[in-house]
């Protein structure tokens, strides 16, 4: 700590991002990231767009993306907001909505830069626990509150709800902004973005960092009524006006007009995602349903960070949480098939199967 730091940054805990090795020849389940690369349109727009106009500012409405996104989803460009990934959409959010005399409520597991996002902006939390089943009790959410965040499907677990249960929230919370963080729903879950119509305290956020393999780009949205996108604006504008690059924005309008190489690649995750379930279920892990692009597992007779280390010394990364409720867990991103099958191999070997 410094004498110079302000009170309120002694008081932080920040995010902790998954590691990022510069190792070469790891397989990198760890993070999330989509095995795939991007869309060749998207490589080929980006080449395209840094030959000329890098010396200007971008388009600080990010109007031709937000367009993308409303015609994708159905909706009027007011009604998409864009930031530098979902995070900071996220960030926006947090502050626009939730700094409130009543506490925020959020899951017990969920996306832990929630958390961080309530001490930055000194925002009371009250966390709903999950229920056995690791899944989302939307029946939970009825205390008096200052709004409610949730992820669906939910990180790290990977259990989605259905869109019946997003509405039932919606009701019990009707004065109350209710964030629905999809940043995993491309890969089996149901998105809330066709609610969004029918009520004014829906937001929707999205990132094309997973399904549209741009963790590198950093590009995510949210989608809501036009008095919430109004606010997140405000908040933007007083923050920096423009936080997508041309790059990334000429990138992201690519990557939303491919439809075709989003649903193939999109499609292999999936069927990935099946039969890595399939195979560790075999050898013995019990695996939570997964509607993400990753898969949240545990075995009965080994430590999870035993097993950790043990693929890691094989070269394999994946995420261990050291947190209640789900410290023997493991959450193993989706890979190639190539990648699957070495993960399944290596944990064959460790568990001496």
Known sequence: MSSFWSPSVRELVPYTPGEQPAIAGLIKLN??????????RVI????????DGLQLYPDPQAKAFRQAVASCHGLDMGQVFAGNGSDEVLAHAFFAFFRQDLPLLMPDISYSFYKVYCGLYDIAVTQVPLDAAMGIDVTQYQAACGGVVIANPNAPTGCGLPLAQIELLLQLQPNRVVLVDEAYVDFGGES????????????VVQTLSK?????GLRVGFAAGQRHLIEALERVKDS???YPLDRLAL????????????????????IASRELLRQQLQALGFEVLPSQTNFLMVRHPDHDAATLAAGLRVQRILVRHFRLPRIEQHLRISIGTPAQCAALVDACRSLLGA
């Open 211 to 215: 399904s549209r393999s741009l963790a």
């Open 239 to 241: 923050f920096n006006s």
């Open 44 to 51: 080929a727009a980006i080449t395209a767009a840094a030959q």
């Open 31 to 40: 993070t999330n990231e989509n095995p795939y690369l991007p869309s060749p």
């Open 250 to 269: 000429t990138g992201a309008v690519a990557a939303y007009e491919d439809s075709a190489y989003f649903e193939t690649t999109r499609a292999a995750v």
């Open 192 to 203: 809330a973005l066709g609610l969004i119509q029918r009520y004014p305290n829906l937001l």
